[in-house]
């Protein structure tokens, strides 16, 4: 069964504070995501992670960086917090996908992120 | 540039009657598209995949590609089928494009 695990289920931060958001998946996917969960905007990629120590920029990557220093970890970093950051955050992972081929993303259980 | 477009936030339906969840695409490249679903309190979940041609829990989808539509249909809903769905359209080797989401609700 498919475990993808997140650090926090909720967290509340102030306005310039540095912020770790851990994601931990067990199936030795080499693909992860990071995306935010907006009411009327959907999910919006922020970053991506295809292997080990690399890095893709989403649609979305202003304001956040990631790191992936261990296949199975990937971590989503806001340098200074800011209020429009406050939002719900989903990590997903998959198996890489050769041509035409269309692998499921499992999704961890998202982290509730609050702003002050 | 790729766009999934889910015309409906908000769809009631009552239990037993058909329900249609639309969703129209735009991607120059050649599409493959996925229903997502999250339930209550749950994580968001594949539903199904348009190059699978299944049914899962008495939905279906049919890949228009003149009309570049994609919608999410079931007969009869039912009242476990309230959730939140998306479409999503995948544009790389993995990365997906998610839709704004509709949130269903099927009235007892």
């Known amino acids: 069964d498919v475990k993808v695990t997140q650090s926090s289920r909720y967290l509340v931060k102030r306005t310039g504070e540095k912020v770790f958001l851990e994601c931990v998946q067990d199936?030795?996917?080499?693909?992860m995501f990071w995306y935010r969960q907006d009411p009327g905007l959907g999910l919006r990629l922020i970053y991506f992670?295809?292997?080990?120590?690399?890095?893709e920029k989403g649609d979305i990557p202003e304001g956040y960086s990631v790191s992936r220093e261990k296949k199975e970890r990937f971590s989503l970093i806001l340098e200074s917090a800011s209020t429009n950051q406050t939002s719900m955050y989903l990590c997903?992972?998959?198996?890489?996908?050769?041509?035409?081929?269309?692998?499921?993303?499992?999704f961890g259980p998202g982290t509730r992120l609050t702003v002050l | 540039a790729q766009r999934v477009t889910q015309p409906e936030k908000l769809l009631s339906v009552f239990k037993g009657a058909p329900v249609e969840l639309k969703c129209n695409y735009s991607?120059?490249?050649?599409?493959?598209l996925f229903w997502y679903v999250q339930y209550s309190r749950q994580r968001l979940q594949l539903l199904l995949r348009h190059i699978s041609r299944e049914s899962i829990k008495g939905f279906t989808a049919d890949l228009n590609k003149g009309e570049t539509s994609f919608h999410l249909k079931k007969p009869f809903a039912q009242e476990e089928d309230s959730a939140m769905y998306y479409c999503a359209l995948q544009t790389g080797a993995n990365n997906l494009f998610f839709g704004t989401g509709t949130r269903l609700t099927v009235i007892p």
């Open positions: 199936m030795d996917h080499e693909n």
């Open positions: 997903a992972s998959t198996k890489p996908g050769q041509t035409n081929s269309y692998n499921e993303q499992f």
């Open positions: 992670s295809y292997d080990v120590k690399m890095k």
């Open positions: 991607y120059s490249g050649s599409p493959e």
